[in-house]
């Protein structure tokens, strides 16, 4: 199969499992949520439900709301799919792999960011505002602890092309046990509860406005818009899964051109993502809110383990 | 017995001092009822203070052209609030006030409108009229409100809340309230006595035993009647278990307020243990069914076994929520209320006692025997509060366990003690603090006016005090470990 083909492919794929797979892993962590409060829960596609619902419904806005509040959740989930494409998830080579640098990523994930701040800020709220404001708040101290644990990785790696790094980590399966591996995944596992509004950072089924952070800023939404910022929303979670699960497990990630390691790598995608699904919930079970003073703490607390990240990956060169 | 209030005339200008020296004794101006009627447009101040249980009436007669009540807003903060609620339902003037802004009254309200003076007639169709409540504008660079409500998500009562707010700091906190005025005391109006239990029971849906409860030995009291032994038993356990119900459910809730749904869970199947334990005493799960004016009777009792599982599911999920480091830092320093503030404020029930202050109904006006001594706490944060809960469930569960293995029947009478007199009070140490009911009877026996007030009335200007310097995403979890009535405080 020509390398052109195979890349388009990986790429569809890699947006068709993560556009669907992602609400199935929020799903999920609802269901262990609710059993481990010994409730039934809803079924676990119940996100994939609430989606078609909401897109059959009217589109609504703000009165005085202007421009940004309509196009926000288009850029929330372009920016969301353009990363979800490039990125190593399924495959080393998807379409435009090569630009797939750390930078990039990051870059367009704050472009998400931005626009739901944007958005919050548009109908002039008081709740819209203040979820804005704190969202941005923990974006500045949570992306640069993004940032540096990635680069601690490329600095091992050589590279801060995300397909490869994947690929040297692949073909180095000592680097995962390393301390450089260990700090960066630390750090990133912090990232990842913050930047998908986690508990303990964020909770995304409270109904207490003054607590949201995330939610406050999309209050304003409803029907098939709700539904563009869900589906964006969703695919962030799914990417930066994705990312944690194949940088320090690369394994399964296909680096070739056929079409059966495509398959494969969807399957241990699956696998891995479900499995880190798991422990984010179980984290979420065990652990209550912290106080929104307390959370510099515990991105600071992120940002030191990526900069130890990086200081072990240039102590061990 | 409880004693019967001690009522004394007074003019305007002995009120003031009256009133002072009530309150140097450490009385506490308990209730204040406006009447109309045959004898004329009065007021009625209600001090009480114990133990010894004491109870002191003043009665003043006012002007019904000009009606008009010296102040006594510089005495007692409470009063302040009373005679501003006097002022928007009789167009009674306090003489003296120095914040006279409305404080049931609406915008919707027809200026000349005063729905408790008779010929008042039903509420006027709903329109905007007159100006906005006037907040208090809190001015400096980077303050900004947040308006939060009347209308909540999730199952909240209405209330509007309005925050001055820099960063996060919460300045300023006013809570508007009456969005739920029923109208209640008006329902009570021209009823036979007895069938009043079936409002008082809604009055707060969470607090129906309190307050059928003090609506029962109001009645009883103008009735000079005493409910027996057995009577009084039956009715202290059905009490405690209303607070057994409503404490677990509290702990629950502040846990879930900082995201930590499964010891949430976990209360509320110890909850809904006791509502059906509930439902077996009383034939209610809420205790509708047990206490009527002049007798009392259960179906069962709760067994010890009962009562034992119910304690150690509840020790479970106090363990689950104080073992979580988490949890512990959101609770401890949270919306402080000094106890000078609570004293100030005249807080009642949890909230004071939670500030370190020994305000307890059951200790100053007791209506069953032995002896009780109420836990505190020194704190005054959300964490004093949650234990105060903790503790007093656990108290209360002894009570019943004691009470219900001296109870020799299952129903109970009442005793004849004294004439009968036009007004009685009763006074109930419900899950939130003291419920006090004052009703007048007419000679047909039918209630001429009912007074009711739950200590929500009191304790929420204690909310915006405990409020500053606490962070706004900290609020509704503040806001639960007061969990106020606005039902109970609308009325």
Redesign the interface.
């Known amino acids: 199969m020509n390398r052109v083909a195979l890349s388009v492919c990986t790429s569809v794929l890699q947006l068709a499992l993560v556009g669907v797979g992602s609400l199935v892993l929020l799903g999920l962590m609802a269901k262990v ?1 609710a059993r ?4 039934v829960g809803s079924p676990v596609v119940q996100p994939l439900r609430d989606i078609r619902k909401l897109l059959t419904k009217e589109r609504l806005h703000a009165r005085h709301s202007s421009v940004v509040l309509a196009l926000a959740p288009m850029v929330i989930t372009a920016s969301a799919a353009v990363a979800v494409g490039i990125s190593p998830i399924i495959g080393t080579h998807p379409v435009l792999g090569q630009s797939a640098d750390i930078f990039v990523i990051v870059y367009l994930l704050l472009t998400g960011s931005v626009a739901s701040a944007l958005a919050g800020l548009d109908p002039a709220t ?2 819209g ?2 979820g804005a404001s704190r969202a941005m708040t923990i974006g500045a101290l949570a992306e640069p602890a993004l940032l540096v644990a990635v680069i601690a990785l490329s600095v091992q790696a050589g590279t801060s092309n995300l397909p490869g790094i994947v690929s040297s980590t692949a073909s180095h399966p000592a680097w995962v046990f390393g301390p450089v591996h260990l700090f960066a995944l630390g750090a990133l596992l912090i990232v990842v509860l913050a930047e998908t509004g986690r ?2 950072v964020d ?1 995304p ?7 949201m952070v995330h939610e406050a800023m999309v209050l304003e939404y409803a029907g098939p818009e709700l539904a563009l910022v869900t589906l964006g929303e969703a695919m962030r979670l799914g990417l930066l899964f994705s990312l944690v699960a194949n940088l320090f497990l690369p394994w399964g990630v296909a680096t070739g051109d056929s079409l059966g390691a495509l398959a494969i790598a969807c399957a241990a995608l699956v696998a891995k993502t479900t499995t880190l699904a798991l422990v984010v919930a179980l984290i979420e ?10 959370l510099p703490e515990l991105l600071a607390g992120g940002f030191v383990l990526s900069v130890l990240a990086v200081v072990m990956g240039l102590v061990i060169r | 017995m409880n004693p019967h209030p001690q009522t004394r005339h007074v003019v305007a200008h002995e009120l003031h001092d009256l009133a002072a020296s009530q309150l140097a004794l450490g009385h506490r101006l308990a209730l204040v009822s406006a009447h109309e009627d045959h004898r004329g447009l009065r007021v009625v101040y209600l001090f009480t203070g114990g133990p010894p249980d004491e109870r002191h009436e003043f009665e003043l007669h006012l002007d019904r052209a000009h009606p008009a009540v010296p102040t006594l807003a510089d005495l007692s903060f409470a009063a302040s609030r009373f005679e501003r609620a006097l002022h928007d339902d009789y167009a009674i003037v306090p003489v003296g006030h120095p914040f006279l802004r409305p404080l049931v009254r609406h915008q919707h309200w027809p200026e000349d409108w005063y729905p408790m003076r008779p010929g008042a007639g039903p509420m006027p169709p709903r329109r905007v009229l007159g100006d906005p409540y006037p907040f208090t504008e809190v001015k400096g660079t980077g303050v ?5 409500g009347p209308v909540h ?2 199952l909240i009562e209405p209330g509007h809340f309005r925050f001055s707010v820099v960063g ?1 700091t919460i300045l300023k906190m006013t809570a508007r309230l009456w969005f739920v005025h029923r109208g209640v005391e008006r329902l009570f109006v021209g009823l036979d006595a007895d069938e009043g239990v079936a409002i008082a029971q809604r009055i707060s849906g969470d607090s129906a035993v309190a307050h059928s409860l003090a609506y029962c030995l109001a009645v009883e009291d103008a009735r000079g009647i005493e409910a027996d032994e057995e009577s009084r038993r039956l009715r202290a356990i059905v009490l405690e278990l209303e607070r057994l119900y409503n404490h677990v459910g509290d702990v629950g809730a502040l ?1 879930n ?6 010891a ?3 209360a509320m ?1 110890v909850r809904e243990r006791i509502l059906r334990l509930n439902e077996g005493v009383t034939g209610h799960r809420l205790g509708r069914g047990a206490v009527f004016v002049g007798r009392t009777s259960l179906r069962v009792l709760p067994t010890g076994r009962e009562l034992d599982e119910v304690a150690e599911a509840f020790e479970d999920v106090v363990d689950l929520a104080l073992g ?1 480091s ?2 512990v ?2 609770f401890v320093g949270t919306a402080t209320l000094s106890r000078n503030d609570a004293l100030a404020i005249g807080t009642l029930g949890v909230v004071a006692r939670a500030s370190g202050v020994a305000q307890d109904a059951r200790v100053a006006h007791p209506f069953v025997a032995g002896g009780f001594t109420p836990v505190v706490q020194e704190g005054g944060d959300v964490m004093a509060r949650f234990v105060q809960r903790v503790e007093e469930f656990r108290a209360s569960l002894d009570i019943v366990r004691r009470l219900s293995g001296e109870v020799r029947s299952l129903s109970g009478g009442s005793l004849r003690r004294r004439d009968p007199s036009a007004a009685g009070v009763g006074i109930v140490e419900g899950w939130r603090g003291a419920v006090v009911h004052r009703v007048e009877l007419d000679a047909q026996g039918r209630v001429a006016r009912a007074r009711t007030l739950d200590p929500s009335f009191f304790n929420w200007p204690a909310l915006s005090i405990a409020l500053s310097d606490t ?6 979890l503040s806001n639960k470990s007061f969990n106020l009535s606005y039902a109970g405080n609308d009325l």
Do not use: W
Request: proline residues 7%; positive net charge.
């Open positions: 949520k481990a409060e010994g409730r008081a709740f505002g203040m508990i303990p909770n089924a409270t109904h207490l406005e003054l607590t079970v065990r652990s209550a809110k912290l106080r929104l003073f307390r | 900004y409100e947040i308006p939060v998500a999730g996060e846990c307020d900082v995201s930590y749904a499964v949430n869970a976990r199947v979580n988490v949890v830092d959101r962070i706004v995403p900290d609020f509704p």
